[in-house]
């Protein structure tokens, strides 16, 4: 289904613009990541991120690392993907660790890194352009509508039952929003698709896996926080019956246009265990700067799901 024509605007590689991981004040290179897995030196000792696991769209994760003392330079890149790898300088020694040098990458995962189990690879350069061995982080990306759960990562783990995402392409304040059967409105300020007792939802129904929860309220009020993505999710079975979906542009952000996708994951149980998420798309569209409503209604329709 298309509500609106979707435009797309091409990024060349060269400046490392279309990379899903990008790494702040480095200098991209197209290319294989230059590796002497023969050699011993310049060397990375190690590399850690504060997390083991993040969630795409993510920015600000910090990696930390010392590399051998005969090291200029330390390079990432992901292992499986991308079309390059980054260049950073080192910084001065540790004089408690052999004056092994420090190194600091701030690194942010665009929407498009693909989420499991990912490897990212460092590497010290020496001054004459030398590589030296690969040194591999290991790191699990969860996908939005993963709602903390590590089933991306493990076979082990199940994954939420149904998922509805809303993803956009600018900076602007764009909300999903649902009605459910039973007649409630699920926005940012009433997030769950469970009933009022009084004034407040019970923390019993919150907590159902039954219940549908918005993910997040993303760029709420023009503070941009880079994911433009929302998602309701049920870890388990819906309750039965239709389910309408709303985008609403609460505020334009300054930006003239957002592009936008509306898809459905659903999880699959195998005969083998396993339990496969199926993705749907249920249709693409197109916003206007002037069709900013501040949150006065539902937004624009978009489509009825019947769940389960």
Not at 104 to 124: H, I, N, R
Request: hydrophobic share 40%.
């Amino acid at each position: 289904m298309m509500w609106a024509l979707l435009a797309c605007t091409a990024t060349g590689w060269s400046t490392g613009a279309s990379e899903a991981i990008q790494v702040r004040d480095a200098t991209f290179v197209e290319g294989d990541l230059p590796v002497d897995d023969a050699g011993v030196s310049p060397s990375v000792v190690y590399a850690a991120g504060a997390n083991f696991v993040i969630t795409q769209g993510s920015g600000s994760i910090v990696y930390k690392g010392l590399a051998s003392p005969d090291a200029y330079t330390v390079a990432l890149a992901a292992k499986d993907f991308g079309g390059g790898y980054w260049v950073l300088p080192v910084d001065g020694p540790d004089v408690t660790q052999d004056n092994d040098l420090i190194f600091s990458m701030t690194l942010d995962f665009l929407a498009e890194v693909p989420y499991g189990l990912q490897t990212l690879s460092f590497v010290a350069i020496d001054g004459e352009g030398h590589p030296g061995p690969e040194y591999d982080s290991s790191i699990c990306v969860l996908p939005d509508y993963a709602a903390g759960s590590l089933a991306a990562c493990s076979d082990e783990i199940t994954p939420a039952n149904a998922v509805v995402s809303l993803r956009w392409d600018t900076n602007v304040d764009l909300d999903l929003i649902v009605v459910a059967p039973n007649g409630k409105v699920v926005a940012s300020d009433s997030p769950t698709t469970g009933l009022l007792d009084g004034s407040s939802v019970p923390r019993d129904v919150v907590n159902a896996a039954t219940t549908g929860t918005l993910s997040r309220d993303s760029n709420s009020g023009c503070v941009i926080d880079g994911i433009r993505m929302e998602s309701l999710i049920f870890p388990g079975e819906p309750p039965a019956g239709d389910y309408q979906f709303y985008a609403d542009l609460r505020a334009n952000c300054d930006e003239s246009y957002v592009n936008f996708s509306l898809d459905e994951y659903r999880r699959t149980d195998a005969d083998d265990g396993t339990h496969p998420v199926v993705t749907t798309r249920l249709g693409t569209g197109e916003l206007v700067a002037s069709q900013a409503d501040g949150g006065s209604g539902l937004g624009t329709y978009l489509t009825t799901l019947t769940l389960p």
